[in-house]
Structures are given as structure tokens and as C-alpha cells.
């Protein structure tokens, strides 16, 4: 069983995550079942889904053996070091729990990660 934690800077919502991101994790979670794909996204206040958008987006993603995590968007500064260290802290101890078997970046800067 691989688990494969997928990371990208951009939001639920955006085009490229709809259009490019989504297809290409279904295909990776059809060869790795019974592993998971972990897709962890870092969400802008204007761009988040609302409560019932948001459930039903987990149900669906759930379904094809897509595991979603969001995070918070936070602008450059020191809030942002903070919060990053702390996403850092946090899906370090993800991998850990889930046994996650590799860590794909999926962006720009999700690299960083």
C-alpha cells in the first residue's frame, strides 16, 4: 500500500487544480489503491468553499481515494514564517500517522514544503 501526500500552494477552487491537478491525482489514486492520495492545498479566504461546498467537495474527493487537507493562506511576514513552520510541524506529523510513502510538490512553491 503506497500513501502519497501531495502538496500545492494554490487553492480548492482554482483552475489549474480543477482542470489539471484533480484529473492527474485520480489517475495516481487508481494505481496506488489501495493507498491514498493526500492532496493538501492552502486555501485564500476569498477562494475557500463554504461549509456544505466543502463537505461535499471532501465526500466526493473521498470516493476516488483523494484524502483533502486545507490550509490557511497567510500573506509574507512574520505571521506567515509562523504559520508556515507550524504547516511544517503539522504535515510532518501527517506523513508520520498516515505512513506516507512519498511527497509530491504540485506547484511553484509548494517545493518549499
Known amino acids: 500500500m503506497k500513501n502519497i501526500i501531495v502538496i500545492t500552494q494554490w487553492s480548492l477552487r482554482t483552475g489549474l ?4 491537478t484533480l ?17 493538501v492545498t492552502i486555501e485564500q479566504a476569498e477562494m475557500a468553499l463554504g ?4 463537505a461535499s467537495a471532501l465526500q466526493s474527493l473521498a470516493a476516488e481515494g483523494i484524502d483533502w487537507i486545507a490550509f490557511p493562506y497567510t500573506r509574507f511576514g512574520l505571521k506567515a514564517a509562523w504559520s508556515g513552520g507550524l ?5 510532518w506529523l ?8 512519498a511527497i509530491h510538490p504540485f506547484c511553484t512553491t509548494a517545493w518549499a514544503f
Open 51 to 54: 461549509p456544505q461546498e466543502r
Open 23 to 39: 484529473p492527474y491525482l485520480r489517475q495516481m489514486a487508481d494505481v496506488v489503491r489501495p493507498g491514498r492520495i493526500i492532496l
Open 17 to 20: 487544480i480543477q482542470a489539471y
Open 94 to 101: 501527517l506523513c508520520r500517522r498516515r505512513k506516507v510513502d
Open 87 to 91: 504547516m511544517v510541524l503539522r504535515l
